[in-house]
């Protein structure tokens, strides 16, 4: 088993260049965030599908952000025997951050959904999203990460709470694993995600109607993923190799 605490979550590191390291491009993300979060300041009176995040809200996902950076600079596999508590931890992470206080405050609430992450009956919980992975890793990658998301948000959901933002996350670190850029809201791509998301949470895994539109679904989301790719949330190839 990885521990958590042995991964970084602290602000960007730095070479003996002053070159930033890792593989995602950490400040260019939470800049695109805070921008996303302008955009849409001005947008909410007139279109109730999109919900600004907040001030904390941008922060609790760049602690995720950095996670995954970090078990990318890692080679960590997040879905190997053994590594399902990381996802327990990004979702921990965009829920209350880092902050010892307001993980404690949240106690209950985390071991609550510890509980349903484990203990859902099939085809609910983490078993179902990793045996899912298993069987189509294989796939194109963006179709593979949009399946992974599907599988996050379709009811019975992972999570009690937070399966969009941590979904991101998850589908994040499957996409720069191979070299693509993540996944990060922005003024362009806000109204869509939001839709789309709401369409994947109406899906009932247990229903018959899921695994019939599971190849079409993951198409859309999948071409969704390709116009919305932007390169500069990666940093170069040639700082990638810390």
């Not at 948000?153 to 589908?171: A, Q, W, Y």
């Not at 679904?217 to 949330?233: D, E, G, S, T």
Request: with cysteine; proline share 6%; glycine share 6%.
């Amino acid at each position: 088993m990885i521990e958590t605490a042995a991964l970084s979550t602290s602000k960007d590191c730095a070479d003996s260049t002053g070159a930033r390291c890792g593989v995602l491009d950490l400040p260019r993300i939470e800049e695109d965030l805070l921008e996303t979060r302008r955009w849409m300041k001005g947008r909410l009176r007139s279109d109730t599908s999109l919900r600004r995040p907040d001030l904390i809200g941008i922060e609790r996902m760049m602690s995720g952000y950095r996670l995954v950076d970090a078990m990318l600079v890692r080679r960590i596999d997040l879905f190997a025997p053994g590594n399902s508590h990381l996802f327990l931890e990004l979702n921990a992470l965009v829920l209350c951050g880092d902050d010892a206080a307001v993980r404690e405050e949240a106690r209950r609430h985390l071991k609550a959904s510890e509980r349903h992450f484990y203990e859902s009956e099939p085809p609910g919980g983490i078993r179902d999203v990793v045996e899912w992975y298993a069987s189509h890793r294989r796939e194109q990658t963006r179709l593979c990460a949009a399946g992974v998301y599907i599988r996050i948000l379709s009811e019975p959901e992972l999570f009690i709470e937070g399966n969009h933002r941590t979904g991101v996350l998850v589908m994040s670190y499957i996409l720069a694993r191979s070299g693509l850029p993540p996944f990060v809201l922005s003024p362009a791509n806000a109204r869509e995600f939001a839709m789309l998301s709401t369409s994947f949470a109406a899906k009932r895994k247990t229903g018959p109607s899921l695994p019939v539109q599971m190849p079409w679904l993951k198409r859309r989301f999948a071409n969704f993923l390709v116009r919305h790719a932007n390169p500069a949330h990666l940093l170069p190839q040639e700082k990638n190799s810390s």
